[in-house]
């Protein structure tokens, strides 16, 4: 059960500024415990993992081929990495433990220094026992500015999140291991906040344009996203431009790791509140409240222009080879076996070793690539998701394109939904050298089996 709004309201109005906590240093990424109030006031506050300054850390702004250097220094009580979600980046930055990198020890540190390439919104998170960690609060914004953006008139970062609160306490539910989750939906909580509050609101105008960043860093949410009292367009998903923006008409899914970045027009009279919502299975349910008072000066908008293309490689899908990646398992559709290095074992020695899942027949990740590609080549990868629950699959240091239905070439992505039972087919332009993990973005289920790899060389 969900906390309401309209619980909130009767008790209080205000929700209070978080104070926040300076940072050392310019750069660092100080990864430690803290304190938040991410319940409703009222409610106790909850104990958080954050960068330094609670939780969403710190937003990392930069111009688009700029550098972003940052020291994480980890005062967790174990050991972390941090991974730049959709950059397109230097595989030794990629953040991965076991892969590109050790995970870094308490009271060690560890220098991340890379340049990126793509304009647009992404962000950075845990990447070492993920689904505790990004649970506990370890994520941030990291938005990338065009040279040449488009002329808003706010541009506001949405960071979703749920979480899974004792209401008596406020402390976050230590379950994370919970066969019973990872074997289902994943994770899911029961308080829904952005940038780490529950239904923030922000003052605007009539008429005003916004361009809204949101990000999904929950751990397994579908957020099912509808707007109210503002109209437009979604004019990038992960981070890439829409060649053709897209009209928002209905709600549409953003699921775990994804983002979208809208621009829309406030369309509510002054006195009134726009919302971005959630389509829940009991009803629309606020995520950001907008206040608006006033008219803007700018009341009439001119039509949308799409944002300026990033550098992403050519597609050409002739003599592309296709693989396929086959999901099996979880509740209703049990492993019947799969294996774990070199050792084939049954779906119940699974379940205890906690593996529920398996990416072609592997319920952890392998010891050779799925895929071992050359730079300069495309490929095409077929989900074939047999499981009963959808997955978000994500691929490191590329997007991809989706490929339609009928073969046409669709958005760029580096996380796309394949629903239960259904088929989705990608595009990859391998051109970034080193070893990429791929796996599902329901963090529990990565845990617990759906993880892979590929390598470009
Ligand atoms: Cu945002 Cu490997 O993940
Ligand atoms: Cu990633
Ligand atoms: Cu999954």
Not at 62 to 79: C, E, I, M
Not at 175 to 187: K, Q, T, V, Y
Not at 272 to 299: C, H, K
Request: charged content about 20%.
């Amino acid at each position: 059960m969900l906390f309401s709004r309209r619980q909130v309201l009767q008790s209080t109005l205000a929700l209070a500024m978080l104070p926040r906590t300076a940072l050392a240093s310019a750069d660092a990424l100080i990864a430690r415990p803290d304190t938040q109030q991410i319940a409703p006031e009222g409610y106790p506050a909850t104990p958080v993992w954050g960068y330094g300054g609670g939780v969403p850390g710190p937003e990392i702004r930069v111009r688009q081929g700029g550098r972003v250097r940052r020291t994480l220094v980890n005062a967790l009580p174990q050991p972390t990495t941090v991974h730049w979600h959709g950059i397109r980046i230097d595989n030794a930055m990629d953040g991965v433990p076991g892969l590109t990198q050790d995970a870094v020890q308490k009271d060690s540190s560890f220098d991340y220094d890379f340049v990126v390439p793509d304009a647009g919104t992404y962000w950075y998170h845990a990447h070492n026992r993920s689904m505790e960690q990004v649970a506990r609060g370890l994520y941030g914004p990291l938005i990338v500015d065009e040279v040449d953006g488009p002329d808003v008139d706010q541009d506001l970062t949405l960071m979703l999140d749920d979480w899974r609160l004792d209401p008596e306490t406020g402390q976050i539910s230590d379950d994370f291991d919970n066969g019973h989750d990872l074997s289902h939906a994943g994770r899911l909580g029961n308080l829904v906040t952005v940038n780490g509050r529950f239904d923030p609101s922000f003052p605007v105008q009539t008429a005003e344009r916004l361009r809204l960043r949101l990000v999904n860093a929950a751990n397994a949410r579908v957020f099912d996203v509808a707007l109210d009292g503002v109209a437009g367009w979604i004019v990038a998903l992960d981070g890439m431009p829409l060649a053709k923006p897209l009209a928002v008409e209905e709600a549409f899914p953003l699921a775990p790791a994804q983002r979208a970045d809208l621009i829309v027009d406030v369309t509510a009279e002054a006195g009134q509140t726009a919302s971005v919502v959630s389509i829940e299975r009991d009803g629309a349910f606020g995520l950001v409240r907008f206040d608006v008072s006033g008219v803007s000066a700018n009341s009439v908008r001119p039509d949308i222009v799409p944002l300026p293309p990033n550098p992403v490689p050519e597609i050409d899908l002739q003599d592309a080879p296709l693989h396929r990646m086959t999901m099996q398992g979880g509740a209703m559709r049990w492993l019947d076996h799969a294996k774990m290095g070199d050792t084939v074992l049954s779906g119940r020695e699974l379940a205890q070793l906690g593996r529920f899942w398996a990416l072609n027949g592997y319920a952890e990740r392998p010891d050779d690539p799925f895929l071992d590609m050359r730079v300069g080549e495309v490929h095409q990868i077929e989900f074939v998701n047999e499981t009963a629950f959808p997955h978000a699959m994500h691929l490191h240091g590329h997007h991809f394109r989706l490929i339609l239905p009928d073969g046409a070439l669709g958005p760029w992505r580096d996380t796309i939904l394949v629903g239960r039972g259904q088929v989705r087919r990608i595009a990859l332009a391998a051109d970034n050298p080193g070893n990429w993990l791929l796996h599902c973005h329901m963090l529990g289920h990565a845990a617990s089996g759906m993880m892979s790899w590929f390598r470009v060389s």
